[in-house]
């Protein structure tokens, strides 16, 4: 298992921006927790930190589609120091809004330029990877070992939030990631001899015809926006819950076990070859998701809320990377990028509508039932998978790819989770290519 990370590190320039890449992208799992905690703490009211937090991730969701595309065209070196400094400034500009008093509605324009202006750094990385990597098991191993990272980043940065935040002081999370995304990504745009040549992705073919418009991709989206709503649902309950039980600073551990769950089960799953099809393990995933959220809702206490995130954190990573997956089996090569941005948009979109809707039920009626929201949109997004049964399996019938579907997931989404690990089985340990995609196919 080790060989294959080793091998994939050796090559020129990967271990530094694959670094700089963790640097840069922890601000994404400080950031949403970090506004739910400032303004429920400074305000009382879940309902205002849904939406602010929302009002942060929606826009990023959506700014990620066109900076990504700029990013392409015009170079990671030309854009990403800009990206970096505008994300940094507006996130200060919103401590300053919160700490000042000023409106909701000015707090949630400057939130949302923090959103829009977001670099997408796991993109950024992981398209390096693809233009430095040319062995498939390479490629392979590094998809794997930068969704490990996003693990990672996901067990720290929740932890590091609460700590600081009730340790030292409420807008420190914040001021600390707008930092660290400034100089991870001024030092990622310096590193110009890794940066992936302009003009490989995105040509003109694509942009007439969206990924989008792909058979089958509509509801992909639709089911990773139920999976969306599960991760920002559960985020502002457990911030409510620990809060009600008079312990707010377990709230980053409690979401840091969510993403070491995921961490665990999914570099079991990824190590596997499973002879169900993507489309069904789309579909069978996020409904193993719906039945292992069940308990949270009537946990007593911490520590039975800390077991239940954690068996139900196992259900996550395999559930996204059979949504990463089938979108790779769902669009063509040239549309790669653009499809697999639409399905973490969904993701995106999703975990927007649930902090905000969980907000307000919580204030309403307690966490108990943000746990129970939870629970619908993991439901939704098997229902969802179950009406595009057809549609994938055209997909997986017709596909031909070049190597192994892997997980080339985009950034990591801000909230209590991580990304899947690894890609299409055999992953992880995997040291050479596959000898035709006939065997690549047999993986399936």
């Not at 800009?82 to 409106?103: C, K, P, Y």
């Not at 995304?181 to 745009?189: D, F, N, S």
């Not at 002879?275 to 308990?295: D, S, W």
Request: proline fraction near 7%; avoid cysteine; charged fraction near 10%.
């Amino acid at each position: 298992m080790l060989t294959a990370y080793r091998s994939s590190l050796r090559l020129p320039g990967a271990a530094r921006f694959s670094s700089t890449g963790f640097l840069a992208r922890l601000p994404v799992a400080m950031v949403g927790l970090g506004i739910v905690l400032l303004v429920s703490e400074r305000t009382g009211s879940y309902a205002a930190a849904g939406i602010l937090s929302a009002s942060f991730q929606l826009p990023a969701a959506l700014g990620a589609v066109v900076t990504s595309r700029w990013v392409d065209r015009l170079g990671q070196h030309r854009l990403l120091p800009w990206l970096a400094l505008l994300n940094a400034t507006f996130l200060i500009a919103f401590v300053v809004s919160v700490e000042s008093g000023a409106l909701l509605i000015v707090q949630a324009l400057v939130v949302a330029a923090a959103g829009l202006t977001q670099p997408a750094i796991g993109s950024m990385i992981r398209a390096r990877w693809a233009a430095l990597a040319t062995r498939p098991s390479d490629l392979r191993s590094a998809f794997a070992l930068e969704s490990i990272i996003d693990e990672l980043i996901f067990t720290v940065g929740p932890l590091a939030t609460a700590l600081i935040a009730f340790q030292l002081g409420l807008p420190l999370p914040l001021i600390l990631a707008a930092a660290l995304g400034l100089a991870g990504g001024i030092l990622l745009a310096l590193q110009r001899r890794t940066e992936p040549p302009l003009g490989t992705l995105g040509d003109h073919e694509s942009s007439r015809t969206g990924a989008l418009r792909q058979p089958g991709m509509v509801l992909v989206v639709a089911a990773a926006m139920g999976v969306g709503a599960v991760f920002g649902t559960y985020e502002v309950s457990v911030v409510a819950f620990t809060q009600e039980a008079g312990s707010p600073g377990s709230s980053g551990l409690v979401l840091g076990v969510w993403a070491f769950g995921s961490m665990l089960a999914g570099i079991w799953f990824g190590s596997r070859a499973w002879t169900m099809t993507l489309g069904r393990q789309m579909l069978v995933m996020p409904a193993i998701l719906a039945v292992v959220l069940i308990p949270a809702p009537f946990t007593p206490s911490i520590l039975t809320l800390t077991i239940a995130t954690v068996i139900a954190g196992m259900a996550v990573a395999p559930t996204l990377i059979a949504a990463f997956s089938i979108t790779e089996r769902l669009v063509p090569s040239r549309q790669l990028t653009e499809g697999l941005t639409w399905t973490n948009s969904g993701l995106a979109i999703g975990f927007s509508f649930g902090t905000a809707t969980a907000g307000v039920v919580v204030d309403s009626w307690g966490p108990s039932w943000g746990f129970a929201l939870a629970i619908a949109g993991a439901s939704f997004a098997a229902l969802m998978a179950l009406f595009g049964q057809s549609a994938f399996r055209a997909a997986e019938r017709r596909a031909t790819p070049e190597i192994p579907v892997a997980a080339w997931n985009t950034d990591p989404l801000p909230g209590p989770h991580p990304w899947g690990v690894a890609d299409s089985p055999p992953i992880v340990g995997a040291t050479t290519p596959p000898s035709s995609d006939a065997d690549v196919t047999e993986h399936q």
